[in-house]
């Protein structure tokens, strides 16, 4: 056994306790994934989580131990806590009645989505996966499949937040609400519990499936507030193969100079949320990065057991850009990522709050749109 996959198997403990705690480690080079791989099953410990194509191992580890060694080894790229992470809902108000509820809410028409929906055949084909608490079985969803990364076989959601993110999204009418883009292939990836939070690992090993799919647009509507690089290697590594990957970008208001991660990423479209009157909500967290703004208050959508439901939050503003991201896709496939960013931050509707709080504006998809037809014209 080489001195390197010896200080990870004297680390490194076969299950949780009281004293353990998770970490990632990430290596430089192939041979030493493997290597301790093969060390490691043969000490009997088997890791949390594994990704070849980022050489990224987590394992249970003694919290009482110095990790120092590893830290400085020549072949070891990091060594991180793998951080849990939290949705960003806020509110929840159950509906008591759906008396005057349109089956285009305001917040889709706001964003002016429904113009788009007949030259994009409303998003039809295009692959969308909410990295989420799963996705509930709902008349006004249809899943095109899933995976639980938290080591579960059901995608389906325990909690209700990644549900209602997704008929955001994607509802599709057939009961009450259409969403932003109402025939995408809607894709439930369960990272998240039924508490609404997750480990680092759950949501790298999340995005690493999107990609293997060929799934390149992704609702993230959660955050941390420290920072993991694992999960900003994931971010940029998705980003590189032509994925949009859309954050909320927090809901810690004027609380914190920056918002969260992974929204604070360059390689993300980073979400405000505002109110109906067009003006940044309260609790919508302010700082660099943040791109542009779609509706978060009240929010009328999917829940669990076929149920609708209104919630605020950041978490609500992101998958209305999600859905306009693949409804620009829809019109042109080839669209790239940084195009699609381009169109949709270029094309808001400037309203009050500044930069720091709102980004370029309020999400206008028609007008984002109207550029891909003028050059088509051209």
Request: with cysteine.
């Amino acid at each position: 056994m080489n001195a390197l996959a010896k200080q990870l198997c004297q680390s490194a403990r076969s299950k949780p306790s009281l004293q353990t705690e998770r970490r990632i480690i990430v290596l430089r080079q192939d041979k030493d994934y493997r290597h301790c791989l093969k060390e490691l099953q043969a000490a009997g410990i088997k890791p949390v989580k594994t990704d070849s194509s980022l050489r990224l191992i987590c394992c249970h580890t003694d919290r009482r131990l110095s990790w120092q060694r590893l830290i400085d080894h020549p072949r070891v790229a990091y060594v991180e806590r793998d951080h849990k992470v939290k949705a960003h809902g806020l509110l929840r108000m159950k509906a008591k009645s759906t008396a005057g509820i349109a089956r285009i809410p305001w917040n889709i028409n706001r964003v002016k989505a429904p113009p788009v929906w007949k030259a994009s055949n409303s998003g039809a084909g295009v692959k969308v996966a909410i990295i989420d608490t799963g996705i509930a079985r709902h008349p006004d969803l249809r899943i095109a499949g899933g995976v639980n990364t938290l080591g579960g076989r059901s995608f389906a959601d325990d909690n209700g937040h990644g549900t209602h993110v997704a008929g955001i999204a994607a509802a599709k009418g057939n009961k009450k609400i259409y969403g932003t883009a109402p025939r995408v292939r809607l894709y439930a990836v369960k990272v998240l519990d039924a508490s609404g939070s997750g480990f680092i690992t759950d949501i790298v090993e999340g995005i690493e499936w999107c990609l293997s799919r060929g799934i390149k647009i992704m609702n993230m509507s959660f955050g941390l507030v420290g920072e993991s690089k694992a999960l900003r290697d994931a971010v940029r590594r998705a980003r590189r193969r032509g994925a949009v990957m859309v954050a909320s970008a927090g809901n810690n208001g004027r609380l914190f100079t920056q918002i969260e991660a992974p929204a604070r990423y360059p390689e993300t479209l980073a979400v405000a949320a505002v109110s109906r009157g067009n003006r940044v909500a309260a609790f919508s967290s302010r700082g660099k990065g943040i791109d542009l703004s779609a509706p978060g208050i009240n929010i009328y959508s999917t829940w669990l057991k076929g149920t609708y439901r209104r919630e605020s939050g950041t978490s609500m503003s992101s998958p209305h850009v999600t859905g306009a991201a693949a409804l620009l896709r829809a019109i042109k496939p080839g669209l790239s990522a940084t195009e699609v960013s381009r169109k949709l931050t270029k094309s808001a509707l400037r309203i009050p709050g500044g930069i720091r709080a709102v980004g370029q504006g309020l999400l206008q998809v028609s007008t984002a749109a109207r550029t891909l037809s003028n050059k088509r014209r051209k």
